[in-house]
């Protein structure tokens, strides 16, 4: 694997400005990554949120832009676009982009929903090379004729797993009929099923393919616990996590809005500092809640899956779900956002007796099984933890057995 960014050929300028961040040396996906989109070749990439993914993408973009002939800025037609499924990682990819390409002259924008089209339009005419936007705001554009695509060299799907969850074929079946065919695509995704592997076959061509790790496995740094207890004291067990146990700050994912201002308004009454981060807010109140978290003044962010996707906050070290996500995937992007750069996290899950088939489809996800443990003062009552029906006779057994490990689990460590 090369040593330095030297070695992947990154132009000394993009080098010194790396340097200037303290990247001292590219990560996996960055050293596999960056030779091969310089050669141009389109790219099939498994990568989480935290493994280094923008710049993997972003730096040899930048790079190839740098090297085109250079239009004046007015005259300037967009060459590289990045897709992403979420205002909040659109910001994040923006931020990214301004800082990697702070000494490049190159110029970037973004448009994402939620928020006034007007000054997006405005911002727009003033010529931009790099364009991040989400996909229904970028169709609003292009009807409204702000922009064109036509000249487009470079199309990146960033948490492309994600855009496809939330619905977006549609969308990006009308973006690409507007998209030259000639160009370079590079395709990110955390997880991978049927739906994106056929999304690949029709965006890429010949793509090299790139995993960092293993698809639909965990960060190996995260640990895992799952906490047995019942529906009825979660809350309390959340609140006693973050202020007897020190798990703070945290983030916390409820798999409801409602859950998620309940826990929140429940954590504050308890003297944390807790707030929540759902679809209801505006799109101000939503970056002041990350703004707040990411100054540390909080010890809680209370989050949806769709709110928290692509949230970049470092040195977070507690990630607790309420139950498991609907979405067996959504599993692993929660738990990915701890653990990150080398830092040992902790990915806690309660677990009701409703939610154990979730439990079971994240296991088929991981393929492997999660330990059950109770938490001490929290023990759940054995006799409401009964199993939900199950579908089949194996379900039958697994659950069965499962009761029978958590019967014989006297101190709160028993692993199945
Ligand atoms: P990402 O996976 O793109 O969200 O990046 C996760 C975090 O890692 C971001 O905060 C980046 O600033 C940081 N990062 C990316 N590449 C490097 C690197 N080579 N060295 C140190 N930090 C990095």
Same mark, same amino acid.
């Given at each position: 694997?090369?040593?330095?960014?030297?070695?992947l050929?990154? *132009?000394p300028r993009?080098?010194?400005t790396l340097?200037?961040?303290?990247?001292?040396q590219?990560?996996p996906i960055?050293s596999?990554a960056?030779? %091969?989109?310089l050669?141009?070749r389109d790219?099939?990439?498994?990568a989480q949120?935290?493994t280094g993914?923008?710049?993997a993408?972003v730096?040899?973009?930048l790079?190839?832009?740098?090297?085109?002939q250079a239009?004046?800025?007015?005259? +300037?037609?967009?060459r590289?676009?990045? $897709?992403?499924?979420?205002r909040? !990682?659109?910001?994040?990819?923006?931020e990214?982009?301004?800082?990697y390409?702070?000494?490049?002259g190159?110029?970037?924008?973004l448009v994402y929903?939620?928020?006034s089209?007007a000054?997006q339009?405005?911002a727009?005419k *003033?010529?931009v090379?790099?364009?991040?936007?989400?996909?229904?705001r970028?169709?609003?554009h292009?009807?409204?004729?702000?922009?064109s695509?036509?000249?487009?060299?470079?199309?990146v799907f960033?948490?492309a797993?994600?855009?496809?969850?939330?619905?977006?074929?549609?969308?990006?079946?009308?973006?690409l009929?507007q998209?030259p065919?000639? +160009?370079?695509? %590079?395709?990110?995704?955390?997880?991978?099923?049927?739906n994106?592997?056929?999304l *690949?076959?029709?965006l890429l061509?010949d793509?090299a393919?790139i995993?960092?790790?293993?698809?639909?496995t965990?960060?190996?740094?995260?640990?895992?616990r799952?906490?047995?207890?019942?529906g009825d004291?979660?809350l309390a067990l959340? &609140?006693?996590? !973050?202020?007897?146990? @020190?798990?703070?700050?945290?983030?916390?994912f409820s798999?409801?809005?409602?859950?998620?201002d309940q826990?929140?308004?429940?954590?504050g009454k308890?003297?944390?500092?807790a707030?929540?981060l759902?679809?209801? %807010?505006?799109? *101000?109140?939503? &970056?002041n809640?990350l703004?707040?978290?990411?100054?540390?003044?909080l010890?809680a $962010?209370?989050?949806?899956?769709v709110?928290?996707?692509?949230?970049?906050?470092s040195?977070?070290?507690?990630v607790?779900?309420?139950?498991f996500?609907?979405?067996?995937?959504?599993y692993?992007?929660?738990?990915? +956002?701890? @653990?990150?750069?080398?830092?040992?996290g902790l990915?806690?899950t309660?677990?009701?007796?409703?939610?154990?088939?979730?439990?079971e489809k994240?296991?088929a996800?991981?393929?492997?099984?999660l330990p059950?443990?109770w938490?001490?003062g929290?023990?759940p009552? !054995?006799t409401?933890?009964d199993?939900?029906?199950?579908?089949s006779s194996?379900g039958?057994?697994?659950q069965?057995?499962?009761?029978?490990?958590?019967?014989?689990?006297?101190?709160?460590?028993?692993k199945r």
């Amino acid at each position: 694997m090369p040593a330095s960014f030297a070695d992947l050929t990154l *132009s000394p300028r993009l080098q010194q400005t790396l340097r200037e961040l303290g990247y001292d040396q590219p990560t996996p996906i960055q050293s596999a990554a960056i030779p %091969l989109v310089l050669a141009g070749r389109d790219l099939l990439a498994g990568a989480q949120t935290g493994t280094g993914k923008t710049a993997a993408f972003v730096l040899p973009i930048l790079q190839l832009l740098m090297a085109q002939q250079a239009e004046p800025a007015a005259f +300037r037609p967009i060459r590289a676009l990045v $897709l992403v499924p979420t205002r909040e !990682l659109a910001v994040q990819v923006h931020e990214s982009v301004l800082r990697y390409g702070k000494e490049t002259g190159l110029t970037c924008a973004l448009v994402y929903g939620g928020v006034s089209i007007a000054a997006q339009v405005e911002a727009l005419k *003033s010529g931009v090379d790099l364009l991040i936007a989400t996909p229904g705001r970028l169709l609003d554009h292009l009807r409204q004729g702000a922009l064109s695509l036509a000249n487009l060299t470079h199309l990146v799907f960033d948490e492309a797993d994600r855009m496809l969850d939330m619905g977006f074929m549609d969308e990006i079946t009308a973006l690409l009929k507007q998209i030259p065919a000639e +160009r370079q695509t %590079l395709l990110f995704s955390a997880t991978c099923d049927d739906n994106l592997y056929a999304l *690949s076959k029709i965006l890429l061509r010949d793509p090299a393919l790139i995993e960092v790790a293993p698809r639909n496995t965990t960060a190996a740094e995260v640990e895992q616990r799952v906490y047995a207890v019942d529906g009825d004291r979660k809350l309390a067990l959340v &609140e006693h996590l !973050l202020k007897e146990k @020190g798990y703070a700050p945290a983030l916390i994912f409820s798999r409801t809005r409602q859950g998620a201002d309940q826990l929140a308004q429940r954590l504050g009454k308890g003297g944390i500092n807790a707030l929540a981060l759902h679809g209801d %807010l505006s799109q *101000s109140a939503r &970056e002041n809640v990350l703004l707040e978290f990411r100054a540390g003044t909080l010890q809680a $962010l209370v989050a949806t899956d769709v709110a928290a996707r692509g949230l970049d906050i470092s040195d977070l070290n507690y990630v607790i779900n309420l139950e498991f996500p609907y979405q067996p995937e959504d599993y692993v992007h929660r738990i990915g +956002r701890t @653990g990150r750069a080398g830092n040992k996290g902790l990915a806690i899950t309660l677990l009701s007796p409703d939610d154990a088939p979730q439990l079971e489809k994240v296991e088929a996800v991981l393929d492997t099984r999660l330990p059950q443990q109770w938490f001490p003062g929290f023990e759940p009552d !054995l006799t409401r933890f009964d199993p939900a029906p199950r579908r089949s006779s194996k379900g039958a057994q697994k659950q069965k057995a499962r009761k029978q490990a958590l019967s014989g689990n006297k101190g709160g460590k028993g692993k199945r």
